[in-house]
């Protein structure tokens, strides 16, 4: 091994040796190495040198190490050296150090198990994989599934993707991410969203077919292969699956720390739903069948939740809810089953207890009897040729029976789902082609291996033998396409081993057949074996101590069978009488069950710890005879294998080795045993072995040429640069076998791309010290001047500076003693003061302590006598009170005895009849008094009855007045109470401040006694806190100076905060802007693809004429009607285009649907809108009924005025007929006739007067109504709050002097109102009343000011009319001499004197101060301006009948003059010289329009919209002309004031547009063209609108041209909204052509030549960097952004317009760029990123030379330069770290780890970054806020806005060109 590259195994040189630990060591040579020598001198990294002896045999010498440019390559292939440590160590390094998961090895993908959740698997970074080469991106599951999807749709073949590996090292996971890509991607044909139904049987299958094991919580026991059906367009159909290997075992029995299937604990998770109540179910540490694990719970996983998951996924997939609560009663009853006690009856026999509730849950919820289950548990039933016996079973027999059952149920079970999946994932229709996705066990050996191991290494056998020929067929390809001799590779062939299996007297025959023994076992088998292989073939062994096992040399490694159990369970049988009892169910879902069960063969259940179960051959007929149920588990793997294989050679295989890197699941942590184990067993080292074997490493020529420059010398170079490779070579490598020249590449073996760099290190290595060398010298010499010229310096300054230190100690000596005498001097004086403030305090306390003792006793000997003299006192009294007391019981005792005795004697005496007597004397008399008085009163009584009956109404009144008195009372007396309560507490509040104050009183004497004790102290104090003083007023003003500071910085922050708030509002108005732009294409993108399905459902179904609906309702409604007439006729010519598409009817309802979703929100918003106006109006409706009701009691008295008023007028109209016949009759007196014009215009005048009579009659009458309106209510809010007046009716009032006197009318009324309550009781008569009369007065005061206004009226008239006469002579003499001028002079010179005429009447009534008259004047001078400007529009009408009588006769004289010499018709004359009106007249009068005839309009649309051509037609006119004639058609549509016209213009105009665009929406010529259109019709409809801010900067002219009839600003929204969709189609327009050059020109092209260097590959070639002829450069970007911009400039897009479009090809070039940078480990390096900011650079040259730095273009390429900056900045040290995250604010933490991560050095002088690094830089960006997305998003489009740009080009000016052919149009 490696003795041909013993010239490299020199000092330094790097090796790997064995290690028991880490596998593979790395050393290095201290000693260089001769051949023959035995030992290897070596240093390991860690600086321990060791001696390594060479097998003295052999010689090999150990592995060499790669350069370490090449680890952490992306393929294992091209690795220089490919041997086992150099695969180990290169996915190590991606994995610990670069966190990639992802390894190509040739064509397998290596998957590592991360064992945490990565954000790669976005739909971001499906969109990112979907149609790139493989080579071209990083590896990943994406990557193998784009390359298979492309395969089966180029090649037309169908693929397989192979996953395989260890439980644990995710499998399964990777088969689901392959099949979502797959559902993304590629989409469904039809309505069934077939690939949501295919992403739901996951959750399915691995509730019922994954479990927890040791080394996996989610681990798959059973293989299956998915079949995804594809049509003819590649889009998902359906799906079909077949599965392999259920562990049935598990189901009755799982190890410590393993569970059951997931399925039995998610129904117990979920026992408590009402509607699993009937399953009684518990926990899951209450069954048998799941508790044996010990841990029934996974962390992190929610079984409830997940149980909601598979009930749904059974939903989606069709099974409905009563199938699935039968799925859960035979689970329930599964795991009641295993909790049946069977109990010992003897030795022989067992039974089970009577009434044992789980089996009677069991017999109900599976539907059979409880005798028959419970007898046949216990028993068996034996056959012989004549009778058959039932015979007891023992106790362990009937328990393997049980769990036999439970066993043969779930896999029942189980197969019944699966075939029920394959159902709802059917295809309906044909199948064109399928990718299969085969997720199945990897090779597994343990410490016991049994039966399951031996199928699943078999099955493994077949898979590797099925890959090694794939992988030497394409080798074999290779080397003949490039036409380069080769030899036969040797590879493993494991035939012999597969031979050994299953040939005839193989393993599994040989099994077969002990099984059909009768007194078979696993001992006699076991010698078969012996007996047949042991001699025979060499990988068939014996264990040296065991007869009962066997050793097969697998090739992956040996393994050790254990023969029990092998013949049970390969049998796999069951109790026949149980399952006859189970057939006999009354449960029709477990009858479907074993509807075809087979016979058990044998009494007996199996034993065995697994089970395995093998889905039937699904082409096998549906009617079996018995035969086939007997098939063994061997035979049916082996048939169901056989299939498999078939099917797998009939596809193009990839595959996916996945690789557990350790057995703990921790995160990111690489076992190197492990991994070793399973690249072994995985077949991933027996690709490298073959790919070693031949040659592995391949360049191009470009490539290597590139690559090894370094090494020609100049004269080498040729123009060819083949044969200059080949030249080189050969001085390079001398041995020819070394190498082989294909057609396009160069074949190197194992190690001489190691050896070329190498030469090409060293030969740079040694320019480098050369050019340091020099550098070095220059650098010594500069350092060592400027070192001499500071000695020198440092020198002075050192000597002054002793000098100057020896002046300052003597100084300071002097003044220290002057200090110290003054401090001695101050000490003593201090001590001395002390003294003698002490000794005269001391005294002072002790004289007032002497008084105060004297004090207190006198003080208490007053008190004590003080206290005897009030005991006295009270002892006194207490001796008379009770005294009195005493002699008040006395005497009451006394009198009580006395007045009983009296009330004694009366009762005596009232019985005694002479006493009645005595009381009865003249009761008769009073008896008859009483009854004369009864009548007396009864008369009186209905006297007053009667009154009462008058009363009772003022009574009621007077009640109800009483009442609100009574309230108001009340009211008063609760604030009355409140009061008493205040005052209560205000007292007690008073009561206890005053003690307080006698409280404060007392302490204030005791705070004075102390004050003047502590007043000395005080001043002490005082002094020294003056002192203090001085001191704070320094740290004040510090202070002050601080918080000023403080204050700038605080305002300064919050000016950037107000920035970052106002930065914010706009980024979430773009948000919002962007959101509704997105909204509105979703809704055009639907409305397109419903318009074309309704047009092919049309071609077989024809559709009635559509209806119009009015444009000016609703802009949504105006855009669902632009199917106008022309667009039908266009759809009928386009017939049999659309015939020939075909509609697809499940895309239509699809679309249907979501379309009719969206026009149901649009209803439902309409209708909501609907509704608040529906509530407006129904509030103002009884607004308005309240007013009516509010005016009813006004109506007579308002219609006698009102004929009051019409009496008035009338006299006003007699007066004005008198004047208008005196007139006349003045008129007729004078020269000119009653016709005349001065007449007309007198006349006119006077009729003007007279409508402006009625318009103030009018006014008055309106007015009148709304003050009755308002004093009513007035009168109905009078009782609540004040009056206030009816803004609506003072808004509806004309002149502001009659709204003053009507409020102050009515103020006066609220003052001056007299107190009703007096007049009635509630006042409301009077308050009517009263507003009567003053409505009274207010009306008779206006009539009377309106009848002197009229008055003043007529006599204005009358002076009106003495002037008028005057003017009537100065008309007829202006009207003699305009006779006499031309017809085209006339108009000014008219003109002329009317403007004369007003300025000088302007001038006089300036003179005049009656405001009357100015009014007046005003008025007049309106009106006539009104007649003139009538005048003027009738002469244009006039002018322009003649101009087209002018036209049509020239027309005719044409045809004439073209006519002469052909017959002309008697009737004709062509020689009459008939002149048109010149030119310049014509364009003068020309007024900015278009006339067209209603049936040109189709015509009109068609020759200027759907035939006009950007190219050739266009190019010549002027910007944005369609939009101009547009317009000015629309203008005469407005002028003409004929809505229909409009409308349709309108409406035909945008469905054309869109019709040319959905036509031809690639063609970036068009859609600019018709976007600069469409935003200058938008701009002419704002222009020409009206609005006063869209007027600004228009002329006097351009106003002239603004709309008059039509507010037309709905449709400018809908206009809007069609540039918004045309805009995003040049969007995406655009970015379909860039697309494709970003890549190759932004990364893969060298702009600077020989800056990057080119990497060795692998298998997976990449794009080549060079510049080939196909290839894109960034010349080839900047070109297509030349010819975008000139584009558009030429067709006149805005300015602002332009700026957004580039700033949106800025976005997608750098977020492209960047997301494959991010993609791409090739691209991460130093010189990559020097050619990235060159290539920026050039893009920002090219936005200066177009004037587009302001656009916001180059802030949208910040994260590629940020990224470009930090593959060049040093990553190193924590300074390093600290820059990057302050210069990274544009790119998230995920994108600077990852490139950080990926970042690859491409020579030996520069180093990778280090994980302390990587770790450092995600600790300080921690806290960042910001989206975990790793990818920018290339869809993102910025929010488009269209400022208002008016035109400065006047539309009369504008010209037709005749190549338009609208020769139909008339300008007016």
Known sequence: MNQELHYMFVKFARVWIPDAE????????????????????????????????????????????????????????????????????????????????????????????????????????????SGQNMGDMDPHIFAVAEEAYKQMARDERNQSIIVSGESGAGKTVSAKY???????VSGSASEANVEEKVLASNPIMESIGNAKTTRNDNSSRFGKYIEIGFDKRFHIIGANMRTYLLEKSRVVFQADEERNYHIFYQLCASSHLPELKTLKLGKADEFHYTKQGGNPVIDGVNDAKEMTNTRQAFTLLGINESYQMGLFNILASILHLGNVEIKDRDADSCQVPPNNSHLTVFCELMGVTYQDMSHWLCHRKLKTANETYIKTTPKLQA???????????????????????????????????????????????????????????????????????????LEQEEYMKEQIPWTLIDFYDNQPCINLIESKMGILDLLDEECKMPKGSDDSWAQKLYNTHLKTCALFEKPRMSNRAFIIQHFADKVEYQCDGFLEKNKDTVNEEQINVLKASKFDLLVELFQDEEKATTPTGPTGKRMLSVKPDPRGRPNQSSKEHKKTVGLQFRN???????????????????????????????????????????????????????????????????????????????????????????????????????????????????????????????????????????????????????????????????????????????????????????????????????????????????????????????????????????????WYKRSMAAIVYLQCCVRRMRARRELKKLKIEARSVQHYKKLNIGMENKIMQLQRRIEEQSKENKVINERLNGLESSHAVETEKLKKEVGRLRNAEEDAKVNSNKVTSLLEELARLRQELATTQKDKKVIEDWAEKYR??????????????????????????????????????????????????????????????????????????????????????????????????????????YMSEFAESEEGSRAGEDMTRGGDMSTFLKMQKRVSELEQDKHSLQNELDRREEQFQRARARDDEEHKKAR????????????????????????????????????????????????????????SANEELDVRKDEVLIL????????????????????????????????????????????????????????????????????????????????????????????????ELQRMKEENNRQQQLLAQNLQLPPEARIEASLQHEITRLTNENLEMQNTDDPEKIRQYRISVLKRMIDLMEQLEKQDKTVRKLKKQLKVFAKKIGELEVGQGESVSPGQTVDEPIRPVNIPRREKDFQGMLEYKKEDELKLVKNLILELKPRGVAVNLIPGLPAYILFMCLRHADYVNDDQKVRSLLTCTINSIKKILKKRGDDFETVSFWLSNTCRFLHCLKQYSGDEQFMKHNSTKQNEHCLSNFDLAEYRQVLSDLAIQIYQQLIKCMENILQPMIVSGMLEHETIQGVSGIKPTGLRKRTSSIADEGTYTLESILRQLNAFHSIMCQHGTDPELIKQVVKQQFYIIGAVTLNNLLLRKDMCSWSKGMQIRYNVSQLEEWLREKNLMMCSAKETLEPLIQAAQLLQVKKKTDEDAEAICSMCNALTTSQIVKVLNLYTPLNEFEERVSVTF??????????????????????????????????????????????LNLAFLTRV
């Open 22 to 129: 880490e596998v593979w060591k790395s050393a290095e040579l201290v000693k260089d190495y001769k051949p023959g020598d035995g030992i290897l001198h070596l240093q390991l990294e860690e600086g321990q040198e060791i001696e390594h002896k060479l097998d003295p045999k052999t010689k090999n010498l150990p592995h060499l190490r790669n350069p370490d440019i090449l680890v952490g390559e992306n393929d294992l292939t091209a690795l220089s050296y490919l041997h086992e440590p150099a695969v180990l160590h290169n996915l190590k390094v991606r994995f610990i150090d670069s966190k990639l998961i992802y390894t190509y090895c040739g064509i397998v993908l290596v998957a590592i198990n991360p064992y945490e959740t990565l954000p790669i698997y976005g739909a971001d970074i499906i969109n990112a994989y």
């Open 178 to 184: 392959a099949m979502r890509y797959f559902a993304t």
């Open 399 to 473: 328990i393997n029976s049980r769990d036999a059952l439970a066993k043969h149920i779930y896999a029942k079970l189980f197969n019944w789902i699966v075939d029920h999946v394959n159902q709802a994932l059917h295809a309906n229709v044909k199948q064109h082609s399928f990718i299969g996705v085969l997720d199945i066990y990897g090779f597994e050996t343990f410490e016991i291996n049994s039966f399951e191991q031996f199928c699943i290494n078999y099955a493994n056998e077949k898979l590797q033998q099925q890959f090694n020929m794939h992988v030497f067929k």
């Open 640 to 878: 169901s294998l056989h299939l498999l294989m078939e099917t797998l050679n009939a596809t193009t295989p990839h595959y996916v080795r996945c690789i557990k890197p350790n057995d703990f699941k921790y995160p990111f942590t690489f076992d190197p045993k492990r991994a070793v184990q399973q690249l072994r067993a995985c077949g991933v080292l027996e690709t490298i072995r073959i790919s070693a074997a031949g040659f592995p490493s391949r360049w191009t020529y470009q490539e290597f040429f590139s690559r090894y420059r370094v090494l020609m010398k100049q004269k080498d170079v040729l123009a060819d640069k083949k044969l200059t490779c080949k030249n080189v070579l050969e001085q390079l490598v001398q041995d020819q076998d070394k190498y082989q020249f294909g057609k396009t590449k160069i074949f190197f073996r194992a190690g001489q791309v190691a050896y070329l760099e190498k030469l090409r290190a060293d030969k740079l290595r040694a320019a480098c010290i050369r050019i340091q060398k020099t550098i070095r010298c220059w650098l010594a010499r500069k350092k060592y001047l400027r070192m001499k010229k500071a000695s020198v310096t440092i020198q002075r300054f050192v000597r002054g500076h002793l000098a100057r230190r020896l002046v300052k100690f003597m100084r300071r000596t002097r003044s220290a003693i002057i200090i110290q005498k003054y401090q001695r001097m101050y000490v003593e004086r201090t001590r001395f003061k002390r003294k003698k403030a002490a000794a005269l305090a001391m005294q002072c306390i002790l004289r007032a302590y002497l008084a105060r003792q004297s004090y207190n006793k006198l003080l208490r000997e007053h008190k004590t006598i003080l206290i005897q003299k009030m005991v006295r006192g009270w002892l006194a009294r207490q």
């Open 1016 to 1121: 000395d102290e005080m001043e002490q104090m005082v002094s020294e806190l003056k002192e203090q003083n001085g001191l704070l007023k320094g740290e004040k003003e510090d202070l002050n100076r601080l918080i000023q500071e403080q204050s700038q910085q605080m305002t300064e922050k919050m000016k950037r905060v107000l920035q970052e708030e106002t930065q914010q509002l706009e980024s979430d108005l773009n948000e919002e802007r962007s959101r509704y732009q997105n909204l509105l294409t979703e809704h055009l993108r639907l409305e397109e693809r419903y318009d074309d399905l309704k047009e092919s459902i049309t071609i077989a179904v024809p559709k009635p004429g559509h209806r119009r609906t009015d444009s000016t309702h609703s802009s949504n409604e105006s855009e669902s009607t």
């Open 1192 to 1247: 009813s009691a006004e109506l007579e008295y308002e219609s006698l005025k009102r004929q009051e008023l019409e009496s008035e007028n009338k006299k006003l109209k007699h007066n004005l007929n008198d004047m208008r016949q005196l007139l006349s009759g003045n008129a007729g007196a004078g020269s000119s006739a009653p016709g005349s014009p001065a007449y007309k215009v007198l006349l006119e005048q006077l009729n």
């Open 1264 to 1359: 009148r109504s709304q003050l009755v309106s308002h004093k009513e209510a007035m009168q109905h809010k009078e009782t609540m709050t004040e009056p206030m007046s009816h803004p609506e009716d003072l808004h509806k009032m004309k002149d502001a002097g009659e709204i003053t006197q009507a409020y102050m009318g009515l103020k006066d009324n609220n003052r001056s109102a007299p107190d009703y309550h007096k007049m009635n009781e509630d006042g409301e008569l009077w308050l009517v009343y009263e507003g009567l009369k003053e409505t009274n007065r207010l009306l008779e005061s206006q009539l009377q000011m309106q009848r002197r206004r009229g008055e003043e009226e007529v006599e204005g008239l009358r002076g």
């Open 1814 to 1859: 990587i770790r450092t830089i995600q600790t300080r960006l921690r806290d960042r806020m910001e989206s975990p997305q790793l990818l920018m998003d290339t869809k993102m489009i910025y929010p488009v806005t269209f400022p208002f740009n008016p035109s400065s080009l006047a539309l009369e000016t504008i010209q037709i060109p005749t190549s």
